[in-house]
């Protein structure tokens, strides 16, 4: 079953405004991460923010925050003052905290066009 | 330092060919990760390594067998591929494995193709 959700195929904004990057989990677990990556052209998988299901407040780091909403089941990440170098594939992942079922999940992933 | 490394970038090998591709990272971390990933799809879990040992294999098909000869080393060795195996294979690891707290750093990856 399809655990991570993001239901944006495509996103534009255009630079130095924000955008938000909707993605949406399920899982019974209590315990629970959640992560999002940025896959420029290149490849490689860039670790943006983490949310760990027990925080109280919304992650952030720098131009990143996590919007977490735990009744909604959902984690969406709002990148602010876009730049033209956030043009990339977003990635949303969850690692459930139960022994022996720990491997992450993606979500489809957003790729985000920042216009100038 | 956060740098997963991962050797060779670029991979062209035929049907027949053994080759090998190579991830190293020096962060002290205990789990080593293999991805694969197909064009614009989200990386699929192959196979974790946890403190030097087999943890999870995703029934991988036996042409792709992994090796982890130290904690900083993760091999991918590939015999007998088949086209459908081209792909972007991901290094990861993070500081342990069998929590839900720890993130991924990821290598740039290599680009395999199979002719």
């Known amino acids: 079953a399809q655990k991570i959700t993001q239901t944006q195929p495509g996103m534009f904004v255009q630079e130095k405004e924000a955008v938000t990057l909707d993605c949406t989990y399920d899982t019974s677990d209590p315990s629970y991460g959640l992560f999002w990556y940025k896959q420029p052209s290149s490849g490689e998988m860039i670790f943006l923010i983490y949310q760990g299901s027990y925080d109280q407040q919304n992650a952030t780091e720098g131009r990143y925050s996590l919007n977490f909403q735990k009744a909604r089941k959902s984690a969406n990440l709002v990148i602010s003052a876009s730049q033209l170098g956030d043009s990339a594939m977003y990635f949303c992942?969850?690692?459930?905290?139960?022994?022996?079922?720990?491997?992450?999940?993606f979500g489809a992933g957003t790729r985000l066009t920042v216009k100038p | 330092d956060t740098e997963v490394t991962q050797t060779p970038k670029h991979l062209v090998m035929g049907m027949t060919n053994k080759k090998s591709l190579k991830c190293e990272q020096h962060m002290g971390h205990r789990a080593m990760y293999w991805y694969k990933q197909k064009a614009k799809k989200p990386p699929e879990l192959m196979f974790v390594?946890?403190?030097?040992?087999?943890?999870i294999n995703e029934s991988v098909p036996s042409r792709f067998s992994p090796e982890c000869p130290n904690s900083s080393l993760l091999n991918l060795h590939l015999h007998a591929l088949q086209p459908e195996d081209s792909a972007l294979y991901l290094c990861a690891s993070s500081y342990m494995f069998g929590t839900d707290s720890y993130e991924q750093y990821f290598g740039p990856g290599t680009r395999l193709t199979v002719t």
């Open positions: 390594y946890s403190y030097e040992k087999l943890s």
């Open positions: 992942a969850m690692r459930e905290g139960r022994v022996g079922n720990n491997d992450m999940r």
